[in-house]
């Protein structure tokens, strides 16, 4: 059974950073671990793309830059470091996992944790 958790989800101020994580659990190989958000108006949009064997990572324009997706050396947590966070990046926040082939943007994957709230105040 694969298991996702995530957690790092909190309230800050415009420009403000926060460290997202994503732990994985399970005995699957994993070909690719992605972070998405979600809001009241849109529905989940992959923000960061992480290929697990090559390190390859893709993101999306609105947070090129200032987001960062990466792994432990265990490859067992996934990390989202956000930075120069604004008020459009509150979203609830989401980890999911593709087993063989990777879905990149589309949310299409086998596996998705329960999500982290991350709120944003101007």
């Known amino acids: 059974q694969v298991q996702l958790v995530e957690s790092g989800g909190g309230s800050v101020q415009s420009g403000g950073s926060l460290r997202l994580s994503c732990a994985i659990s399970?005995?699957?190989?994993?070909?690719?671990v992605s972070w998405f958000r979600r809001t009241p108006e849109k529905e989940r949009v992959a923000v960061a793309i992480?290929?697990?064997?090559?390190?390859?990572?893709l993101y999306a324009d609105s947070v090129k830059g200032r987001f960062t997706i990466s792994q432990d050396s265990a490859k067992s947590t996934v990390f989202l470091q956000m930075d120069s966070l604004k008020p459009e990046d509150t979203a609830m926040y989401y980890c999911?996992?593709?087993?063989?082939?990777?879905?990149?943007?589309?949310?299409?994957?086998?596996?998705w944790g329960q999500g982290t709230q991350v709120t944003v105040s101007a």
């Open positions: 992480l290929y697990r064997s090559s390190g390859t990572t």
């Open positions: 999911a996992s593709a087993l063989s082939y990777c879905p990149e943007f589309s949310p299409t994957y086998d596996y």
């Open positions: 399970g005995n699957f190989t994993r070909r690719c």
